[in-house]
């Protein structure tokens, strides 16, 4: 039995009421128990070769009671509860995953407690947890189906307690799933704690769960994969078959972004840049895409007008893109508000206020921005509007950014819904203007600051990491960009981590890729290249390409890089027996060590794969075949990051081939196969 002596709870005006011990959840059942003056159900429902559990509270009273959230899975040891991942579960990794885009996400084991003189540790996942138990190539999930009006993280704790072998615990007996309001945001790219809801349930109504899947298989990251695709089906993703690709203003150019770097851009990628635009079609154009900076300075965020360094306004300069034959995307924050914007002053009544009835702040930023209360008729209007407005400006990608504040939890004109359904309303409002019901999609979405499973189904792509690097400014001119290995190392990390979110999500965006010396080396800059290639999904540059010095130019130019952008995800080798030991749950806790060799498999049994140097030493790698394809036969060897279409040959290897990587640098091969294996192996050095 996986889930021993498990219980669902309810949280009502601040008292928790939990059920009886649930049957087999392998089974389907209901539970009902009292809950105050309140009945309450968990239900137990046969899914996808899973369960799962969806809770239910109806108020029988007279008088309504608030819910301050749900426990669906609750195991304890004080009631004999336990989960069994494996036989050996000090063995095991579990995925930590950040609440929204900019957050960590990566490996740790599932005893965090790693030193013996370190406390036992409650760990959490938001949204996905996955734990791995490598004894039996188990995977266990739970993972949110629809993430429709709670925040849903999910909580553990495994200690050996320094306990002699023999005596190791051999089950899990904390663990639990909790839906409550959105958490405010911290520094260093970090969520804080969720926010307490209440939510009123008046006499005769009725208030459900979000529901959670829970999965085990004996297949490895598999049963991860399938997961994330049934909760992509339940929500209704809108991931594209072919992601865009294109160039972003913002890390060259910064808020000091003109008209004429956006022409000037598109001139260039449609006249010295085509490998970018090679297979793109009519309705999947390269983007040009203006970032922050073009609203009145600086970041008046919320008067969502042009300032006098588009004077002319979008229309023309749009028209100009699209003649190049390339698509025009923009940037906004739709869900902030400057304080000293016009917007604020004027209506103040659009702005939601917290629990002593003064307007909200975001916590995260370094100036004051209010939040938009899209519950407000007024204020929907207003945001139907501004993009609708953009629509005919001719506008058709739409980078929507800090959306972690609109879920953010406080008094609205409807006091009824929660963050995360006010942030859903307001993406719905979005995506109804940019592509009207009932006709043909043609504008596309990418979400950025974004809670990871509420913004599934209203868009089409969304950041998985925070910010590769900062942009620059002296006197209101831009100047060289920040930007270094230590940030694609975060960059990687998180790629890795959420590879399995791509395209049964949404299309992942791990942000874009820049090439600028003497920031990065040549091998730095392949290595981020190579990351954002095999990511899956969203390719997008960022330099300024005219001031690029030839050999960087060559790296953007690569068409067997840029014909491996937007194919599926790679995945890392071996991504849960390598866990984070010592790591730190923020994106700028730079990671010492990450799997190796990423791998991509392709038609006709042919392998794409990478093999990374992380370090800041030279390494040798001896690149076993089967480890890679399954399959110890012989192989014709291709560097894909040679300028030679189809890559470089490197001959005919048997089994296994050995590379010499310098720091910081990666080796890009496609192998495919020839023949059985047979003795030997070759040497390949750059």
Known sequence: MLVRHAVSAVQLDGQWYASAPMPNPGDGASLTWRAGGTEATA?????????????????????????????????????????????????????????????????????????????PHLRHSWWTCAIYAPDRRGMFVAQVLRATRFATAFHWRYHRDQRPASELPTAITTFYAEEDGSPLSEPEQRSGTPQRIRLPVPPGSRV???????????????????????????????????????????????????????????????????????????????????????????????????????????????????????R????LAPFLVAADSQLAADHPDWLVRGEDGTKLIDPRLTRAYHVLDVTHPDAAAHLTS???????DGFTYYKIDFLYAGAYEGRRRDGAITGTEALRLGLQRILDAVNPPKSAEEAYIVACGAPLLPIVGLVHGARIGGDVGAPQMQDGKATAPQVGFPLILSMARNTAARAFFDRTLFNNDPDVVMVPSPQLTLDEARVMVTVAALSGGIF???????????????????????????????EPRNLFAAPEREARDHWFAFPQELPPVWIRREAGGRTVVAVFNWSDEPRPYLLRFVEVTGRAGTYKLYDLWSTRRGGRSLGTRARNVRLALPPHSVRLLRMEPVAPARTGDAAISR
């Open 43 to 119: 239900r137990l429902i046969p899914y996808e070769r899973g369960i799962v559990i969806e809770c239910e509270v109806r108020n029988t009273g007279t008088a309504t009671v608030l819910l301050n959230g749900w426990r669906p899975l609750v195991i304890d040891e004080a009631r004999q509860g336990a989960l069994h991942i494996g036989e050996e579960p000090w063995q095991a990794s579990t995925l930590v995953n950040g609440y929204q885009s900019w957050d960590y996400a990566g490996i740790h084991p599932l005893d965090d407690a790693i030193k013996e003189s370190d406390p």
């Open 208 to 326: 459900a769960s979000d529901p959670i899947l829970l999965l085990y298989g004996q297949d490895g990251t598999a049963t991860l994969r399938r997961a994330l695709a049934i909760a992509g089906r339940a929500s209704g993703g809108r991931a594209s078959s072919a992601p865009p690709r294109g160039w972003c203003s913002w890390y060259q150019l910064g808020l000091a972004v003109t008209e004429a770097d956006i022409r000037r851009h598109a001139a260039f990628v449609s006249s010295r840049l085509p490998q970018l635009t090679r297979g793109t079609t009519k309705t999947n154009r390269t983007v040009i895409q203006l970032d922050d900076g073009w609203m009145p300075r600086w970041q008046r965020w919320g008067d969502w007008v042009p300032n006098e360094a588009f004077a002319g306004g979008f229309s023309a300069m749009v028209q100009a893109v699209r003649r190049r034959r390339l």
């Open 328 to 331: 025009a995307g923009i940037w």
């Open 386 to 392: 501004v993009f609708a407005g953009l629509r005919r």
């Open 540 to 570: 997008m540059l960022s330099d300024d390409l005219d001031t690029l010095p030839p050999e960087r130019l060559a790296l953007l130019r690569n068409a067997n890089l840029l014909a491996l952008a937007g194919g599926p995800a790679a």
